[in-house]
């Protein structure tokens, strides 16, 4: 990720003296003390911390001790396509704070494994930590392919149980694909 | 916590056999969802033992649609998400983009922004605590409602010519200006609409039958509610005072005397009364803002180059002729940073965002909404294990699920 190189800075909704930002700034400061090798930027105001993937639970788990008790969101980029990316997913983790309304963007890379049969990534599962994270997780393991371990009940969650692939990674076309070869044919008998 | 789990834990393990439960239905096209989705319920007699949701029924893709539409077209897709309060996805989407593109708004637009995405707050609310009061038997409530949002239409008509999806925002603006005709109508809403808020306050909010559907029914803990993600009404009927107007005023939010409006019971009650109090925040907000609308352009200038120039622009000079051109074709748009950034709403239903990944082209690369229904159709097992059905469509009701949102 390539720091801005925006000419037109827009009056931030969050403007770097107050409380939040301050907030966002000492997590951050913490969790690069904590956690050496983690990489912080700035766009638009808003604090990303870039965390390696066999850490990101134990990181989430201080920050959501530091205050930042809501998981916002939990979402995925596909950057096979992306010009000058070295890593194919990244993962996003959107957390909040309710006291001091401070945000944070968690991103987590991780790449398709070489070896073995299954060839979808792995990621330490956050529903210990937040509840609300089971359906965001089930969504991203349906579209993106990216299991989560431990996850109680990692079922698909928009696109059919019977359905293979993984529908927003950038391999999968817009159209053209058969969806419609993928599910059995029912007949009136065996409906 | 609930009749029939705690049924369970003192049964024997060979006692513990399900067999007895009876597994029912609900959706995905039941008349009382309202939209299409789907409730597996796990009754014994009447009472809701554990219910599992599904969802996916109106999957769309939209999200993957986001990656092949221009900024300005998807803002159509937009409309399809929440289409009970279009104007209010209108604003996130066109909010993240220009946080991305780091435009800054005029004041006309960022007021007249403020004040459609209040009027959708108006109406989202109305239909959803009418939907609640009709499916606990308030007919003449739900009619009620349905008329002022009809008049909400009416405004939006005038204004953009579309009752129903509007896609009325643009990058750096909005495709229509106000007239006088749409502040005219405006202004005799925020006249009738308080006398109707009144009559369906008297008519429901201390209304017997309609109290004991709904007191004490879903109730979600101040803990569970941030646990669990839960974002708007939801959240500040359980007594969680996260308001994004207040907590990071984007638009004009800063300019406007309001209340956050909360709750602390945390049922259907607790956010049916969070609902109708902040309608009246809502047209606070609404009326401060239209008697102070800025004048001025809605539109950011020509040098920004992201939003069309007016026709006498285009025809009389030369500036806004070279910028109508490149903005009209392919791959000459604007600049797109190789960034990625995040910019949610206080919508109606909660924290609407819109996670929008740039990479130099016209669309965007990859374009994450965090829609607040999916959590809050989550929380659901939660909330109705140890009732009765019939108060399925409560609970259901009054996290006002929007099934188009949820699928996306």
Known sequence: MAEATASREPSSPDPAGSEASRAAQDAVAAVATAFPGVESSVFRGQRRVVVPAERSFEVLASLKEAGFDLLVDVSCVDYLEYRGAKRRFGLVYLLASTATAARLTIRVFVDEPVEGTDPCPVVRSVVPLWEGADWLEREVWDLFGIRFEGHPDLRRLVMPEEFTGHPLRKDYPLQGRGERHNFPVLTRDRS | ?408
């Open chain 2, 1 to 408: 916590m609930s009749i029939a789990t705690s049924e369970f834990d003192v049964a024997t393990p060979a006692e513990r056999s399900e067999d007895y439960l009876w597994t029912l239905n609900f959706g995905p096209q039941h008349p009382a969802t309202h939209t299409t989705l789907r409730l597996v319920l796990k009754l014994e007699g009447e009472r809701v033992v554990d219910a599992m949701p599904e969802m996916g029924y109106l999957h769309s893709g939209f999200e993957k649609i986001g990656e092949h539409l221009t900024f300005n077209q998807y803002v159509t897709v937009t409309d399809r998400m929440n289409y009970i309060s279009p104007m209010a996805n209108n604003v996130a989407w066109h909010e993240a983009v220009e946080r991305l593109l780091g435009i800054d708004l005029t004041p006309r637009c960022k007021y007249i922004r403020v004040i459609i995405a209040e009027l959708a707050r108006i109406s989202d609310h109305l239909l959803c605590n009418g939907a609640v009061g009709l499916d606990t038997g308030a007919f003449t409530f739900f009619l009620y409602a349905f008329y002022q949002r009809e008049v909400i239409y009416d405004i939006f008509e005038t204004l953009c010519g579309a009752r129903f999806t509007n896609s009325y925002t643009r990058v750096g603006g909005a495709s229509q200006d106000f007239t006088p005709l749409v502040i005219e109508k405006i202004r005799t809403f925020l006249k009738t609409f308080p006398k109707t808020l009144d009559d369906m306050e008297r008519l429901l909010t201390r209304n017997r039958i309609f109290v004991d559907r709904t007191k004490g029914v879903g109730v979600l803990s101040k803990a569970e509610a941030i646990n669990r993600s839960a974002t708007g009404p939801v959240a500040r009927a359980s007594g969680v005072t996260r308001d994004l107007r207040k907590d990071e005023p984007y638009l004009a939010y800063r300019d406007f005397d309001f209340k956050v409006c909360c709750a602390s019971a945390g049922d259907c009650y607790a956010r049916y009364l969070v609902r109708m109090a902040e309608m009246r925040e809502s047209l606070k907000i609404v009326a401060q803002a239209l008697e102070n609308l800025p004048s001025g352009p809605v539109n950011v200038g020509i040098d920004q180059r992201t939003a069309l120039p007016t026709k006498k622009q285009v025809y009389s000079t030369i500036e806004g002729t070279i910028s109508h051109f490149e903005l009209s074709m392919a791959n000459r748009g604007f600049e797109v940073p190789c960034e990625e950034s995040y910019a949610a709403i206080e919508a109606p239903n909660g924290e609407l965002g819109f996670y929008v990944v740039g990479d130099g082209g016209e669309a965007a690369y990859r374009a994450r909404c965090r829609p607040p229904s999916v959590l809050h159709f989550a929380l659901f097992p939660q909330l109705i294990r140890g009732h009765t059905l019939s108060d399925v469509v409560a609970v259901l009701g009054s996290l006002n699920i929007i099934a188009a949102e949820l699928d996306r």
